[in-house]
T-cell receptor, first 119, second 114 residues
Framework: DAGVIQSPRHEVTEMGQEVTLRCKPI?????LFWYRQTMMRGLELLIY????????DSGMPEDRFSAKMPNASFSTLKIQPSEPRDSAVYFC?????????????????FGEGSWLTVV | KQEVTQIPAALSVPEGENLVLNCSFT??????LQWFRQDPGKGLTSLLL?????REQTSGRLNASLDKSSGRSTLYIAASQPGDSATYLC?????????????FGKGTKLSVIP
């Protein structure tokens, strides 16, 4: 199993530009999560999907952020326009309530993150 | 607001020492609690998951305990090794409607000195 795959791993962009982060969850997982990690605030849930449907987007900071999951194997997080305060590591994670493979059932698997710097 | 707190923020110990990391949470109505490890520049790896009905879980040199009534969990690492150096985060999944999200502490950065 390839795990959760995120791209790009690193991105540096200028303020005002559009940023698109991509995620491929683990095959068969029906939950997908987008988290943001900063030194000040730690890990924060932005949005999560169940069976490709957004369930809770209350963590999305503002209208500049949007997320989509057009199918079970792909999701995007878009920031438009980007601002310096958006600089953070963005993690995608996936899980399944019916995953009995792990040592601990329905645990969550994280990608390695997309490191975003907005200058 | 549900909060998860980890103290200390950083810990440095000599190799071979046993150590305990602490996690506290404000609401005892939890579904489960997980401990994760994060290496620099990497994502999070799940170490142990304790269901609300359990009191502890063990994996190798790691033992996690859960005391819901006091809102506390500990991660015990036996015979620490330099390879254990990482940031350890605990996360709580609360019970109730719309409760699939995890609430994370900010982590304890562990350094094991050879």
């Amino acid at each position: 199993d390839a795990g959760v795959i995120q791209s790009p791993r690193h991105e540096v962009t200028e303020m005002g530009q559009e940023v698109t982060l991509r995620c491929k969850p683990i095959s068969g997982h029906d939950y997908l999560f987008w988290y943001r990690q900063t030194m000040m605030r730690g890990l924060e849930l932005l949005i999560y999907f169940n069976n490709n449907v957004p369930i809770d987007d209350s963590g999305m900071p503002e209208d500049r952020f949007s997320a989509k999951m057009p199918n079970a194997s792909f999701s995007t997080l878009k920031i438009q326009p980007s601002e310096p305060r958006d600089s953070a590591v963005y993690f995608c994670a996936s899980s399944s309530e019916h995953d009995n493979r792990a040592p601990f059932g329905n645990t969550i698997y994280f990608g390695e993150g997309s490191w975003l710097t907005v200058v | 607001k549900q909060e998860v707190t980890q103290i200390p923020a950083a810990l440095s110990v000599p190799e071979g020492e046993n150590l305990v990391l602490n996690c506290s949470f404000t609401d005892s109505a939890i579904y489960n609690l997980q401990w994760f490890r994060q290496d620099p520049g990497k994502g999070l790896t799940s170490l142990l998951l304790i269901q609300s009905s359990q009191r502890e879980q063990t994996s190798g040199r790691l033992n996690a305990s859960l005391d819901k009534s006091s809102g506390r969990s500990t991660l015990y690492i036996a015979a620490s090794q330099p390879g254990d150096s990482a940031t350890y985060l605990c996360a709580v999944r609360y019970s109730g409607a719309g409760s699939y999200q995890l609430t994370f502490g900010k982590g304890t950065k562990l350094s094991v000195i050879p």
